[in-house]
């Protein structure tokens, strides 16, 4: 089965907020219903009802919807998991996963996990082998706050060494799978030249795509995932040259083999065209949103 390309504009959104929910799925890609940290301790039953409603009223759009629950180790988990289960939401993502034992009562749904504590940075590869995980996702604050520090990042707003090494951790996870990786959250709002300068360098890297908190940013995001009109003409000509990438050769200049070929698919997989572009998954590897 091949991998899933998911679009890369991503949104959270508070689930206690309904009437935000029906924008966020007219402003981005994918919405990621959330009930844990967006919604206030007072306000997670609420908000369990407000999902419940939505999906009886026809409005939760399982297709482009994730619900994000809390943590194995949240007095919420159980709530949460009855509220799936009740609604027969088949697509979550697992806040705070730590361990395999975490996912064996997810085993029949669709799981993206987040890494985000320093027991799951530790444990993530074995995380991204539980059969029920399509996707790793990963966050910097709470895993700093596990550690006992302060700030995940420099105030230039670069990402401290213990940051990037957990980024780059979940990254290889789950691309060694074949699985959705997703880039974290970037909390300054109003810094766009910032957010675009890590979703670039999330491109340049692998990520599938970027979490946005606010809906200005999903644009931002979109606009850094896309390849440019050159990057598109180069994996183009060179495919055309090369009778669609076969052999050493050079081109332009540049000696290109199979790995500059396999970038060169995956600019224009990038563009939105066939999914053949994409490299394939490795045999028996999974398949994510269109099931297993």
Known sequence: MTRWAPPPGWLFCPADRPERYRKALERADIVVLDLEDAVAPERKADARRAVTDLVNEGVY????TVLRIHGSGSPDHDADLQ??????????MLAKAERTDDLEPLGDLEVIALIET???????????DAE??????WGA???VAGLGGTSSRFPDGRYRDVARYARSRVLVAANARSLIAIDAVYMDIPDVDGLRAECLDAVAVG???????HPTQVDVIREAYAPSAEQVRWARDLLAATNDGRGVTTFEGRMVDGPVYAQARRILARTGGDSSDRTPA???????????
């Open 61 to 64: 759009d399982s297709e482009r």
């Open 83 to 92: 509220l799936v289960r009740e609604t027969s939401i088949a697509r979550v």
């Open 118 to 128: 320093p027991l799951g940075v530790d444990n993530c590869s074995s995380i991204a």
């Open 132 to 137: 029920c995980v399509t996707g790793l996702m």
């Open 141 to 143: 604050d709470d895993l």
């Open 207 to 213: 990520f599938d795509a970027t979490v946005a908190i």
């Open 282 to 292: 490795p045999v028996g590897a999974r398949s994510s949103f269109g099931g297993k």
